[in-house]
């Protein structure tokens, strides 16, 4: 769940915020309001929301110094700032907090769902980075711990690079098991998630780790192994093609003969012409 504050001291604009986040965005919250700079730094302080939706103007601390010394107690929050001020300078000043969402006033309901949308995502994506980087570290001790108990006493300052080493052998050791398991079930409807679960990684990491040390997507490896062994299968000629489309882990003949062919540049028929 995304938590919000609005912040504007205009009741009716902070009302009418309020009422589009609460009827239009799933999974984001309105924990709530502020109707000044200063109390919306106390708010920020009390509930520590994910975003601020901040107005420039207001009486007392604007917005912009606002968001200047909430940056400097929680860094983490994000900021949406409104304004009926469509000038240069307002936007520099903010651009400068690290603000990247600048609506204007009159706001509707497009653009204020859009950039919450935007900041959601961010949000959303950081998170996902943050699980995996928690799960990698956990999985590091844990390969450490084992190390030592395998007698592997060189992850020392007298070799530097043994724990780097350590930790890529471990990465190879997960990916091989991974590729084995896809090797044996690739006739099956295997999937992302299932092999992830077998060498006990989140997808997100999983499917990241694959693609940076395998240099192919997840999707991409099974097909080419589909691909290559409905290769094989056409030496025989008593297989039809809706044979081999049903060994290699298809359901469809179409959608089988689709796929070949992006991947070999042939039809199925084509390839077994020429072979």
């Known amino acids: 769940m995304i938590k919000v504050i609005v912040v504007d001291d205009e009741l009716f604009e902070r009302k009418a915020i309020t009422k589009i ?17 200063r109390i919306a730094i106390e708010k920020a302080t009390q509930h520590e929301p994910d975003i601020m939706l901040m107005d420039i103007k207001m009486p007392g601390i604007d917005g912009v110094e606002a968001v200047r010394r909430i940056k400097q107690l929680h860094p983490h929050i994000k900021f949406i700032m409104v304004s009926a001020f469509n000038t240069f300078e307002y936007a520099k000043e903010v651009m400068q ?8 006033k009159p706001s509707s309901k497009a653009d204020i ?3 919450i949308g935007r900041v959601k995502a961010e949000i959303e994506e950081e998170r996902r ?11 590091m001790k844990e390969l450490l711990a084992l190390a030592q108990k395998e007698g592997i006493t060189s992850i020392s300052e007298e070799h530097p690079h043994s724990t780097e080493l350590w930790k890529n052998k471990q990465i190879h050791g997960l990916l091989a098991k ?5 090797d044996l079930r690739y006739r099956e409807s295997v999937t992302l998630e ?7 990684l989140s997808p997100h990491h999983f499917s ?4 940076e040390k395998m240099g ?4 991409d490896y099974v097909t080419t192994i589909r691909v290559n062994h409905a290769k094989r299968e056409m030496d025989d000629p008593s297989k039809s093609f809706k044979e081999i489309c049903f060994s290699v882990g298809y359901k469809d003949p179409n959608y089988f003969s689709r796929v070949f062919k992006k991947y070999t540049g042939m039809s199925p028929s084509e390839y077994r012409s020429i072979t």
């Open 178 to 182: 991974a590729k084995k398991y896809i």
């Open 129 to 139: 980075e943050e699980e995996a980087q928690t799960e990698l570290k956990s999985r």
């Open 194 to 200: 299932e092999v992830a679960e077998y060498v006990e």
């Open 216 to 219: 192919v997507t997840f999707i």
């Open 97 to 104: 907090q690290g603000v990247k969402e600048y609506i204007l």
């Open 113 to 115: 769902l859009a950039a």
């Open 208 to 211: 990241k780790l694959f693609k």
């Open 21 to 37: 986040i609460k009827t239009e965005c799933a999974d984001v919250e309105v924990i709530d309001e502020a109707s000044n700079g």
